[in-house]
């Protein structure tokens, strides 16, 4: 496509419920990252996927938050048994690989999580 | 470990220059700068390299500073659309075979008045 995408853009759900955020990167881009932005924050690390290698998962902030990338490509993150301070903006990104780094990263618009 | 940046937030006026200021306790693969807007997704702006060189992006331009692991961002002659909140994002060796990742700052707050 032409750019990240992510769905959905709002999400309103009720604490305790399972929530699964999507991200689609720019073909061809081997990064991924998943960042959490809280109202007037900075950008908090979670996940990052780079091709076929395990994934670094050490911004996760508890086991009730996983992801997943199938094929490369589409990645879905998933929060179970929801709790307000999950409440924030996922985004995510994508970037290519070139001598050894990662090149500029491109994000999506984020999924705005409201748990009530 | 996400880097430190600063000043928190600036205030300038249109034409005035700002120095943002971004370090970091881990060695660095490279330096990445990004602003973002209100409601916006974050947009990138340059990326700097170990090898201490300097970049530009119109009137805003950065220096790398690998053996200190700081990073500066100026903003030259600053106009209205300088203002939203910049981020340096630092690419850092990853725990296991993903390779380097990258990491944010808590950012910067830029407001450019007329």
């Known amino acids: 496509g032409a750019g990240v995408s992510q769905s959905p853009s709002n999400k309103v759900t009720e604490k305790g419920k399972d929530v699964e955020l999507r991200c689609d990167p720019i073909?061809?881009?081997?990064?991924l990252y998943w960042y959490r932005q809280s109202l007037g924050q900075g950008l908090e690390f979670l996940i990052y996927f780079q091709g076929n290698s395990a994934p670094d998962k050490s911004g996760l902030p508890s086991d009730r938050f996983s992801a997943e990338r199938t094929g490369g490509s589409v990645s879905t993150l998933t929060i179970q048994r929801t709790q307000q301070e999950d409440s924030a903006v996922y985004l995510c990104a994508s970037s290519l690989r070139a001598q050894g780094r990662n090149t500029e990263a491109f994000f999506g618009q984020g999924t705005r999580l409201t748990v009530v | 470990q996400q880097p430190v940046q600063s000043p928190q937030a600036v205030i300038l006026r249109e034409g005035e220059d700002a120095v943002i200021n971004c370090s970091s306790s881990?060695?660095?693969?490279?330096v990445h700068w990004y602003r973002q807007k209100h409601g916006e997704a974050p947009v990138f702006l340059m990326i700097l390299l170990k090898g201490g060189e300097q970049k530009g992006h119109d009137k805003i331009s950065a220096s790398f500073n690998e053996k200190k692991q700081q990073s500066s961002l100026y903003l030259t002659a600053s106009q209205l659309s300088y203002s939203g909140t910049y981020f340096c994002g630092t690419e850092i060796w990853s725990v296991g075979a993903a390779g380097n990742k990258l990491t944010f700052g808590g950012g910067t707050r830029v407001l450019v008045k007329p």
């Open positions: 073909s061809g881009h081997t990064a």
């Open positions: 881990k060695a660095l693969y490279s």
